[in-house]
C-alpha cells in the first residue's frame, strides 16, 4: 500500500495556537488527521506495532510531529 500524505489543515487539529508550524505533539485524532487516514486505521497500526511512534502522558496517547514525519519517509515510495 502506498501512503499518501497532506499536511492538515488547523481545523482538524483539537486546538491551534495561530501558528503555521505543527506542534510538537499530536493527540491520535490530530495523527490520524495529519496522516489523511481513520482513526480505526491508527488505532489499528498502533495494536499491530507498525504506526509511527508514540508515547503515553498522563494516560493520553501523544505522537510526536517527527515521528510523524519518519513515518511518512518511512513509507512512502516513489512511483516507478
Do not use: H
Amino acid at each position: 500500500p502506498v501512503l499518501v500524505v497532506r499536511i492538515a489543515r488547523s481545523m482538524d487539529l483539537e486546538f491551534d495556537m495561530g501558528q503555521n508550524t505543527p506542534p510538537a505533539f499530536f493527540s491520535e485524532k490530530e495523527a490520524a488527521a495529519y496522516l489523511c487516514v481513520s482513526l480505526s486505521t491508527i488505532r489499528r497500526w498502533r495494536r499491530a506495532n507498525r504506526g509511527p511512534a508514540l508515547f503515553r502522558y498522563g494516560g493520553v496517547l501523544r505522537y510526536p510531529c517527527e515521528a510523524l514525519e519518519k513515518f511518512v519517509v518511512e513509507n512512502t515510495r516513489n512511483a516507478a
